[in-house]
């Protein structure tokens, strides 16, 4: 049976084929096969996968990437009707359509705690994570960078599988002791969009965007002094984990980041031996069986390997989180005590506060420029000119003034090039009324600065109202740029644009876990692209200032591979648990978080249970481990087939045993959420069952401290846990009673708490969130 299916593939793969698989309705799709079919006349599951090419006569091979490591099986351009073809054959587990992904587009150290200088903590006692490897997923590496650079530092360790992939532009010497492998993939890329220009692109492992270099050297950057972006954040550059080593996977394009080789880089980076993979890319949420950053990444779990991902950048609103499966570690993103003020004067006198990170030459000091509005000016369809897109400023209108545009649809330092090439002297970016007064700073083509939501409001009215008025004055405006600001309270905040929960995919489950530093970061920056990254800037920099949920996860990955190296027989789950358990939720004036977007108190929803506290994530006291059978069992929980939990776990399941024993919000997560549907019934109620393993001192005694959500009763039983020995594990239950509330048909009602172990000298604490739900 087994060979036939090799010869159905065959002729389905082959030009022959009644429907080409390279024609305009063909798709990319990912085919799990059934491993343990393998024809004997075949060495290896590649060769089985790959022998089908032999008979090809296309110039373009159909199958585009084999998997033999987080996964089984190949990707290949298939027609609907293939696909269905394939699904049907019985050595066919599933068939996955692809997905494009796109990027979640230093002082942060020093925030954290993390000092080189101290004898004792996290760095010390990890050796700054030197023997381990993070592989980061992304757009490339630009390895010349000095933090990049491999002084002082060990030999490559002797696990280590990987290569240096060369080429024209980067050849194997790019690779050191520090950078310990590259590879790119691109045949998912290609399969769709034809051959990538290579004047544009590099087919290499070499970085043409910045943002791999960026994230790389969050998460590993060796120390280097000078650092700044034109002269901002001025100091010492340092990743998290400053001797960990580094392999570069480079699966992002031009135009965009696709699933096939997604998960090409997360089977080869498992099978080259790293110990966290980083990934700050995402995409549409949807069931984990069809997500292929998911499976790889239970591929990766399931060899020990710590995945951290982002959250997005859909904030502020609701269930806009995304990379949520509950064997990843999702990051949303804080800011950090550091800001670049930018302050718009208007002629009236008022100041605007607003941030940037512009360094080239600035508007001529006391002097005020004409002011005006793009969605305002004349000739324009009002809507594009209020954006600043391309095509929608006439020259004549913006000459020698400062102009207003809206934020969205292109970049703000897109809209600098079109104001500056239409001949503005300036520009204030205005945020809309969904970014709230959230900012990021960027390092504009022009002098420029960006405001939020109710200053750019306010500046509106201004120049509405002196365009109307009679007198001879116009509004006029400057931008006031004061450089690099320390020391700012309150921090950290929950950023504006860091996606936020429930979880779209499984509410039980709260995502994100954590949120890091993400606003205003510096890192290491290629040296081909200016740091606007506009392609006319010409500017060039060793680092730059990003920001974004992006920026966040690799601060996450680092801190893993620390946790890793001090504590090298952690699992995934229980570094995870520690960085959750030890999360802080009060800023550095001692108040309770705030959200940036609305100036108002953050929540679960937005932080998950926390900011990181990496000292304290050292020394937990107790974590929540979880096994990849766990997994299974909550994914049977879940609802999903036989089928379905094959392809996320190349596992079969019985679930009939794991439906017996629990529910879905039983897997052994560090926080507790439960949705309740009101159905009519006045009381409700559920139980949570947890484990913790003791990780600090051996007669130990915990004691239960909880503060219930608003309007709900929570027991905990027991009350106190005595631990004999470290590894012990002890378990307990948390039941959760709850009555009605009035709400319209569709509505909800979250209310949050916490669970605190306490011995006195640790608190592992958990976030426990309440949601009542009103049916349509």
């Not at 060990?154 to 790019?174: E, L, N, R």
């Not at 590259?182 to 290579?198: I, L, S, V």
């Not at 970061?521 to 800037?537: K, Y």
Request: aromatic share 8%; charged share 20%; hydrophobic share 35%.
């Amino acid at each position: 049976m087994a060979f036939f299916f090799f010869l159905f593939l065959l002729t389905l793969l082959s030009p022959s084929s009644s429907s080409s698989s390279n024609d305009l309705n063909s798709l990319t799709y990912i085919v799990h096969v059934d491993h343990e079919a393998k024809p004997s006349i075949f060495p290896t599951h590649r060769h089985w996968y790959t022998s089908s090419l032999a008979s090809l006569t296309s110039s373009t091979p159909s199958i585009i990437h084999t998997y033999d490591t987080v996964f089984h099986g190949f990707s290949a351009r298939l027609t609907s009707q293939e696909a269905g073809q394939l699904l049907d054959h019985p050595h066919v587990i599933s068939v996955i359509p692809e997905q494009v992904r796109h990027l979640h587009t230093t002082r942060s150290p020093e925030f954290l705690g993390l000092r080189s200088t101290d004898k004792a903590g996290l760095l010390e006692e990890s050796d700054f994570g030197s023997d381990l490897v993070i592989g980061v997923i992304d757009t490339g590496i630009w390895p010349e960078r000095p933090s990049f650079d491999d002084r002082g530092l060990g030999p490559v360790p002797i696990k280590w599988k990987g290569q240096c992939i060369s080429s024209q532009d980067f050849p194997t010497t790019a690779c050191n002791r520090k950078l310990v492998g590259a590879r790119f993939f691109c045949g998912g890329y290609e399969a769709t969009n034809g051959k990538m220009n290579e004047t544009t692109e590099f087919r290499s492992p070499r970085d043409s965007d910045g943002h791999g270099t960026h994230t790389a050297s969050i998460s590993a950057g060796r120390y280097v002094f000078p650092a700044s972006t034109l002269g901002y954040a001025r100091g010492v550059a340092a990743g998290m984990a400053p001797k960990a080593r580094l392999a570069a996977y480079k699966v992002c394009w031009n135009s965009g980041c696709y699933d096939s080789d997604i998960l090409a880089a997360f089977d080869t980076a498992v099978a080259d031996g790293v110990d966290v993979i980083s990934l700050s890319v995402g995409g549409v949420v949807v069931p984990y069986y069809l997500d292929a950053i998911a499976i790889g990444a239970f591929g990766a779990i399931d060899r020990g390997i710590f995945v951290s991902a982002s959250a997005g950048n859909g904030g502020p609103g609701a269930l806009t989180v995304t990379n949520v499966s509950p064997w990843m570690t999702t990051v949303g993103a804080g800011t950090i005590d550091r800001d670049f003020p930018a302050s718009v004067k208007l002629g009236n006198g008022k100041m605007i506060s607003g941030v940037s990170v512009y360094g080239g030459p600035g508007l001529d000091p006391g002097r005020m420029y004409p002011l005006v509005y793009g969605g305002s000016l004349l000739g324009g369809d009002g809507y594009s000119s209020s954006l600043c897109l391309e095509g929608s400023l006439d020259p004549n209108l913006v000459k020698g003034k400062i102009v207003l545009c809206d934020r969205g649809i292109n970049s703000r330092a897109t809209k600098g090039e079109i104001v500056r090439k239409n001949g503005g002297l300036g520009m204030i970016i205005a945020n809309g009324v969904f970014d709230g007064e959230g900012l990021v700073a960027d390092c504009h083509v022009l002098p420029a600065t960006s405001v939020g939501a109710s200053g750019g409001d306010e500046i509106r009215r201004y120049i509405s109202e002196s365009s109307k008025s009679r007198s001879s004055k116009k509004p006029t405006a400057t931008i006031v740029f004061k450089g690099t600001r320390l020391g700012i309270q309150p921090a950290p905040v929950v950023a504006s644009f860091s996606a936020r929960g429930p979880n779209p995919e499984t509410p039980d489950i709260l995502k994100p876990d954590v949120i890091a530093p993400g606003l205003n970061i510096l890192a290491a920056w290629p040296d081909r692209i200016g740091p606007s990254g506009v392609p006319s800037d010409n500017r060039r920099t060793e680092f730059n200032i990003l920001s974004g949920t992006s920026m966040a996860c690799p601060h996450v990955s680092g801190l893993a591979a620390l946790l890793k190296a001090a504590h090298p027989d952690w699992s995934p789950a229980a570094i995870r648990s520690a960085l959750m358990t030890t999360a802080y939720t009060v800023d550095n004036r001692g108040e309770q978080m705030m959200d940036e977007s609305t100036g108002n108190t953050s929540s679960v929803m937005d932080y998950g249970s926390g900011h990181v506290h990496p000292t304290k994530a050292m020394d937990p006291g107790l974590v929540y481990d979880i096994t990849p059978y766990d997994y299974i069992n909550f994914l049977c929980n879940s609802n999903y087939t036989g089928d379905n939990i094959v392809t996320i776990t190349r596992r079969k399941a019985d679930c009939e045993g794991a439906r017996r024993a629990g529910h879905v919000g039983n897997l052994n997560y560090p926080s507790f959420s439960v949705v309740f549907q009101q159905y009519g019934d006045s009381k409700m109620s559920t139980h949570f069952i947890r484990t913790v393993t003791n990780v600090g001192d051996s007669d130990s005694v915990y004691e239960i401290k909880i503060s219930p959500p608003r309007g709900t009763m929570v027991t905990v039983e027991p009350e106190k846990l005595s631990f004999r020995r470290v590894g012990q594990k002890l378990s307990f239950v948390v039941r959760v009673q709850t009555t009605e509330v009035k709400l319209s048909p569709g509505a909800t009602n979250v209310e949050t708490g916490h669970i605190v172990w306490s011995d006195g000298k640790r608190n592992v604490t958990s976030p426990l969130v309440v949601t009542l739900q009103q049916p349509l």
